[in-house]
């Protein structure tokens, strides 16, 4: 079944190579796609009228709306149970963000049935759907142990390919003075446990957090992770000044997720590597932390990555207009640049070429704003306009 989606105003395919593109960010307007089984893209061009344009089994006419790249959201703690929200609320009030919650959601999580994780999960993701983002990626880290890692990391892997197993998200209660033995633990059975159902390895790497690993134990466990097979990435320099982003670039990351607190040399460092930069201004809204200086990043030629993080503690929000408004109004990146980073750049991120653009043979999804340009992504901040095209056959 292939549909020919025609009466694009505004197209951002992210292809500035195609012939009909009028920028560097691929725009072209008054155009159409063609999409196949699997939303996999036909064929993208301008069109003279709605009528013209290849042949296909049907059309879906959208009268003058932008379509954009489906976001890829390339950081979320999805499968969890339970409920923070005082904890937000404390922290409003001025009581600072450690990760020590994370236990509660642990507890909550660890007691919670498959299926009552999995309505969890498909909820959070038909959320995601709705506010117009494509590929997840989804970490485990509400486990901590090696049953319930593993669990999580099947549920992850029934609903996305991009699954990232964070055994070392925090050392949960039990193993408080243990931090050695709980190192053993998830570079160990843990691991074992994962390989079959996570492509990606992650740490969170905070020194200033003492729930949290330091660059020792994370280097063990990246280590660990690759030597596994896993691509690596890291949470780093999310509370303080650390050495996450030295130890990603040094092992190779794929991304280092948060830089809220760089130097201006982990700037360089970034910018002589392949790692992307994630960043998740979502998380410095909800724990009213500074945002970190993307315009530094960006200038320096750093790839940067927006995701959502969407978790219940540092941001239970699993919206990217949100993050893409927030990037722009807080960050100071142009439209452009948030959008791009939302798209492309989550891709980098999971080192994908398939998705994030809209060219010949991309998947991931296809999003269309009730708008006539992807300005109004953050100039209609809260306002739900983008969705994903669902072409059911
Ligand atoms: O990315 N910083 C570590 N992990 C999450 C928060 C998890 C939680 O508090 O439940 C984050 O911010
Ligand atoms: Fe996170």
Redesign the pocket.
Known sequence: MTTLVTGIAELTTLDPTHPDAEDAMGTIRGAAIVVGDDEQVLWVGRTINSDNGPAADRRVFLDGQAVVPAFVDS?T?LV?AGD?SAEFAARMSGTA?D?G??AS?VAATRAASDDDLRHLLRTRLDEMRAQGTGVVEIKS??GLDVDNETRLLRLAGEVSDEVTFLGA?VIPPEFRHRRSEYVDLVTGPMLDGARGYATWVDV?C?PHSPH?FDADESRAILEAGRDAGLGIRV?GN?LGPGPGVRLAVELGAASV??CTHLTAADIETLAGSTTVATL?PG?EFSTRSNYPDARALIDAGVTVALAS?C?????YSSSMPFVIALAVREMRLTPDEALRAATAGGAQSLRRSDIGRIVAGSRGGITVLDAPSHLHLSYRAGVPIARRLVLTP
């Open positions: 950081h703690h969890f923070r963000y990760g919650g994370i959601t880290g509400y998200h969170f905070e949290a949470h999310q997720d948060h998740l998380v993080d978790n219940p503690g540092t941001c």
